[in-house]
């Protein structure tokens, strides 16, 4: 079934306020049609483009601070982050991220965005891995955008230690997946009263 042009664009709009990191040709296949009526659609619209969508989601997101880390020390972008919650990360694979031969991603790209989420995700000025466990779903390649994405899913009863889950994509396919338990130092107590005592 064709829809209108007006259909198509109300669509448009509730789809990249539902998936904001949908890119154009996603949006062409999902709607059936080409890229350049996609990126028409969102000129007439006033909808930025890809990059310029996910740097308004972090501004808008980011208003609390990861304490764990320097934000430089974490792999890929934050564009969103509720500490000791969740949070999301965006990793593009670029050639220095895959073996020269094969154009496949490094699995320690991949680990090392979830490692530096779910360590971001803490509300502590200390928080180290002590185990993970993992597993690769499927070859990454470069080109391709990772999404990961992390919850904090227990949490022990002294609020020392705490288990986040981080879960990778590309597109709506699951690629990594991994559980990450870390220590924190002076657990949630602290971080919530923000006491120096």
């Known amino acids: 079934m ?18 904001p990191f949908i890119t154009d040709e996603e949006l062409s296949k999902k709607f059936n049609v080409s890229i350049q009526t996609i990126r028409l659609d969102r000129l007439e619209l006033s909808i930025p483009e890809l990059r310029e969508r996910i740097k308004d989601v ?26 000791d919650k969740s949070a999301i990360s965006i ?11 094969n154009k496949i991603a ?4 991949l680990f090392a965005q979830a490692n530096s989420l779910a360590v971001a995700l803490i509300d502590d000025e ?13 070859q990454v390649k470069e080109d391709e955008r990772v999404i ?3 919850k904090v899913i227990d949490k022990d009863d002294n609020k020392v230690r705490t288990l986040v889950s981080v879960q990778s994509y590309v ?17 949630l107590k602290k971080s919530k009263g923000r006491s120096n005592s």
Do not use: C, M, N, W
């Not at 990793?91 to 031969?101: A, N, P, T």
């Not at 490094?106 to 790209?109: D, Q």
């Not at 396919?173 to 002076?186: A, C, N, T």
């Open 2 to 19: 064709r829809r209108t042009k007006k259909e198509r664009q109300q669509l448009l709009v509730a789809t990249i306020k539902e998936t």
């Open 58 to 83: 972090a501004k808008s997101k980011l208003d609390e601070e990861v304490k764990s880390l320097p934000i430089e020390e974490v792999i890929g972008e934050i564009v969103d982050l509720q500490l």
């Open 91 to 101: 990793l593009d694979i670029k050639g220095e991220h895959v073996f020269s031969r």
């Open 106 to 109: 490094r699995g320690h790209h």
């Open 126 to 138: 200390l928080a180290l891995t002590t185990k993970a466990s993992i597993k690769f779903t499927r």
């Open 148 to 150: 990961a994405k992390a």
């Open 171 to 187: 597109g709506p396919e699951l690629v990594f997946s991994g559980d990450f338990e870390l220590y924190r130092s002076k657990g």
